[in-house]
């Protein structure tokens, strides 16, 4: 039957007295298989075209009004006729479900972005036909889900589910349940697709491509996204899929998740990393084999954005998995190589994501440093000592001021990890932070504020080698600082009453490391020569060391 017909025929009977009832010498209504079918040629002949002509649109409305108008019962029940009782029930509902696939694959490929073959990218200009398609593809997916989800929803509110090899065919409500599940992973491959702010979207395509992923969520009866994706804690804990949609987005994506498509695919990375960054514990564990290998190919990747994007997505793995499976089949250590090479690279960002994962990711690998038994005493070499010394050689010889930024900001969280074993990089640790100190970095001095919290940090658990030399050198630099900052104007108030603040702390520390030799050198300051600014915090100094 051809399909405008039929739409006829089903408005007519939706419009009737008894909704999907025609009189006894009609034609009946063909299979649902037979009809989704038909959609799908038509649709697939279309698809190819690169502009959103009158014929595409139109296939794409007959399938959107197919969805809206036809009644549930008949959309979800699978071939019964003659030449196909012979078939096992499951059979036929498996058909179904594959001709239901088959058309939203064919749909969502109405809107698909235009095939990439380098790893730079196409200009936007060859995308400017895919917002409006997208719109037409979300609109009609929409009316999917809406059929889907009544039909799931008289199940009691099961949702998404599948089902077992074992398990009896549907009987009618649960039937939408299960082609919910068979359809949701395409259906959300596409709309995070468009929800995303790519050059391939606009601001109506966004809108259509929310409004699925929340009828996504509705259709299933989950919470919210986390939810849809990662499924119930029960059905996580007993080893199956359940609910979840994860697993089939996985699926979906697994061909393009190659050393060589991955790059190309600008979508695929899209969704894999929204997908990723969704999952928490204890859901992520069930899928580390497969997400841990291709964020390794992105960090991988010599784009930045690419390389980024990676080193997130192992961030975030190493933060939603247990320790102990980290380390099964040298995962943790995998992922430490691959991560500590991006120390040598000049990329701002990049440094940021690493240094920061490095901080979780080492805790996986091995103890803090400071944490030893009496029998590993003298404390042999990490690493943590590996990361902190290629840390320090950076910061020695980097002279872009973004960079010491970074560097300076992360030192700090370094220091108190390795707590008395800092002792065994003091002599770097003590140029690094002369340097850092005498260098200005306005507006916010952001350095010079990071290496005093390093400075405040080392001190107290360094304080057996503070010798007084160290101790005349950090007191220089520190007086120094309080009259760099005292005659610098283009400070603001607070910026230097923060740094003020954190000097007198230092100077404090430092006092207690010499045992009161600084109080008495601070004592001989001559008044005449320092600014009211400095001499306030001076003697903030020495009435916190008489306290």
Same mark, same amino acid.
């Given at each position: 039957?051809?399909?405008?017909?039929?739409?006829?025929?089903?408005?007519?009977?939706?419009?009737? &007295?008894?909704?999907?009832?025609?009189?006894?010498?009609?034609?009946?209504?063909?299979?649902?298989? +037979?009809?989704?079918?038909?959609?799908?040629?038509?649709?697939? #002949?279309?698809?190819?075209?690169?502009?959103?002509? $009158?014929?595409?649109?139109?296939?794409?409305?007959?399938?959107?009004?197919?969805?809206?108008?036809?009644?549930?019962?008949?959309?979800?029940?699978?071939?019964?006729?003659?030449?196909?009782?012979?078939?096992?029930?499951?059979?036929?509902?498996?058909?179904?479900?594959? &001709?239901?696939? #088959?058309?939203?694959?064919?749909?969502? !490929?109405?809107?698909?972005?235009?095939?990439?073959?380098?790893?730079?990218?196409?200009?936007?200009?060859?995308?400017?036909?895919?917002?409006? #398609?997208?719109?037409?593809?979300?609109?009609?997916?929409?009316?999917?889900?809406?059929?889907?989800?009544?039909?799931?929803?008289?199940?009691?509110?099961?949702?998404?589910?599948?089902?077992?090899?074992?398990?009896?065919?549907?009987?009618?409500? #649960?039937?939408?349940?299960?082609?919910?599940?068979?359809?949701?992973?395409?259906?959300? %491959?596409?709309?995070?697709?468009?929800?995303?702010?790519?050059?391939?979207?606009?601001?109506?395509?966004? +809108?259509?491509?929310?409004?699925?992923?929340?009828?996504?969520?509705? *259709?299933?009866?989950?919470?919210?996204?986390?939810?849809?994706?990662?499924?119930?804690?029960?059905?996580?804990?007993?080893?199956?899929?359940?609910?979840? %949609?994860?697993?089939?987005?996985?699926?979906?994506?697994?061909?393009?998740?190659?050393?060589?498509?991955?790059?190309?695919?600008?979508?695929?990375?899209?969704?894999?990393?929204?997908?990723?960054?969704?999952? =928490?514990?204890?859901?992520?564990?069930?899928?580390?084999?497969?997400?841990?290998?291709?964020?390794?190919?992105?960090?991988?990747?010599y784009r930045p954005e690419n390389c980024i994007l990676g080193i997130r997505c192992l961030h975030h793995i190493v933060l939603q998995t247990s320790a102990a499976e980290l380390r099964q089949y040298n995962r943790a250590e995998v992922v430490y190589q691959a991560l500590y090479k991006h120390l040598?690279?000049?990329?701002?960002?990049?440094?940021?994501?690493?240094?920061?994962?490095?901080?979780?990711?080492?805790?996986?690998?091995?103890?803090?440093?400071?944490? $030893?038994?009496?029998?590993?005493?003298? !404390?042999?070499?990490? !690493?943590?000592?590996?990361?902190?010394?290629?840390?320090?050689?950076?910061?020695?010889?980097?002279?872009?001021?973004?960079?010491?930024?970074?560097?300076?900001? &992360?030192?700090?969280?370094?220091?108190?990890?390795?707590?008395?074993?800092?002792?065994? @990089?003091?002599?770097?640790?003590?140029?690094?932070?002369?340097?850092?100190?005498?260098?200005?970095?306005?507006?916010?001095?952001?350095?010079?504020?990071?290496?005093?919290?390093?400075?405040?940090?080392?001190?107290?658990?360094?304080?057996?080698?503070?010798?007084?030399?160290?101790?005349?050198?950090?007191?220089?630099?520190?007086?120094?600082?309080?009259?760099?900052? =005292?005659?610098?104007?283009?400070?603001?108030? $607070?910026?230097?009453?923060?740094?003020?603040?954190?000097?007198?702390?230092?100077?404090?520390?430092?006092? @207690?490391?010499?045992?009161?030799?600084?109080?008495?050198?601070?004592?001989?300051?001559?008044?005449?020569?320092?600014?009211? *600014?400095?001499?306030?915090?001076?003697?903030?100094?020495?009435? *916190?060391?008489?306290?």
């Open positions: 039957m051809d399909l405008s017909s039929l739409l006829c025929r089903l408005r007519v009977s939706s419009s009737s &007295a008894r909704p999907f009832h025609l009189p006894d010498d009609s034609q009946p209504f063909p299979p649902i298989t +037979e009809v989704l079918r038909q959609l799908q040629d038509n649709l697939s #002949g279309v698809a190819q075209r690169d502009d959103c002509d $009158s014929e595409k649109v139109s296939a794409i409305g007959q399938a959107e009004q197919l969805f809206k108008i036809a009644d549930s019962h008949w959309l979800t029940s699978p071939d019964d006729s003659d030449e196909t009782n012979d078939a096992p029930a499951c059979a036929r509902w498996a058909a179904l479900a594959e &001709a239901y696939v #088959g058309v939203v694959r064919s749909l969502t !490929r109405c809107a698909a972005l235009p095939a990439c073959e380098a790893d730079s990218g196409l200009p936007d200009s060859l995308y400017r036909d895919v917002p409006a #398609g997208a719109v037409l593809v979300c609109s009609a997916l929409c009316s999917l889900l809406g059929c889907l989800g009544l039909a799931g929803g008289e199940a009691g509110g099961q949702g998404v589910r599948e089902a077992t090899q074992d398990e009896a065919p549907p009987t009618g409500r #649960g039937a939408g349940a299960l082609l919910l599940a068979a359809v949701a992973p395409l259906c959300c %491959v596409f709309a995070v697709t468009h929800s995303q702010e790519q050059p391939w979207t606009d601001a109506r395509s966004r +809108e259509s491509a929310g409004h699925l992923l929340s009828s996504l969520v509705a *259709a299933g009866r989950f919470r919210d996204i986390p939810h849809f994706l990662m499924g119930d804690e029960e059905e996580s804990a007993g080893g199956g899929r359940g609910r979840a %949609v994860f697993g089939g987005l996985l699926d979906v994506l697994q061909p393009n998740l190659t050393k060589d498509l991955l790059p190309q695919c600008a979508a695929v990375k899209v969704v894999f990393s929204w997908a990723l960054l969704q999952m =928490s514990r204890p859901f992520l564990s069930h899928h580390l084999p497969r997400v841990v290998s291709p964020s390794l190919l992105l960090s991988d990747h040598y690279t000049t990329n701002g960002p990049q440094i940021q994501l690493v240094l920061a994962c490095f901080l979780d990711l080492l805790l996986v690998l091995e103890k803090p440093p400071s944490i $030893s038994g009496p029998q590993e005493v003298p !404390r042999k070499p990490c !690493r943590h000592d590996d990361v902190v010394r290629l840390l320090l050689t950076n910061m020695e010889m980097e002279h872009k001021v973004a960079l010491r930024r970074i560097y300076a900001a &992360a030192l700090p969280q370094y220091i108190h990890r390795l707590r008395v074993c800092a002792c065994r @990089h003091l002599k770097r640790l003590e140029r690094v932070l002369l340097s850092y100190l005498e260098v200005s970095d306005p507006p916010q001095e952001s350095s010079r504020s990071s290496a005093l919290e390093a400075l405040e940090t080392l001190l107290p658990v360094a304080w057996p080698r503070i010798d007084q030399r160290r101790v005349g050198v950090f007191l220089q630099c520190l007086l120094r600082l309080l009259v760099d900052l =005292s005659s610098e104007s283009l400070l603001s108030a $607070s910026i230097k009453e923060k740094l003020n603040n954190q000097t007198a702390r230092c100077l404090t520390l430092l006092n @207690h490391c010499s045992h009161g030799r600084v109080k008495s050198l601070l004592q001989l300051v001559d008044s005449s020569c320092a600014s009211a *600014a400095v001499l306030r915090c001076l003697e903030t100094v020495t009435m *916190a060391t008489e306290r």
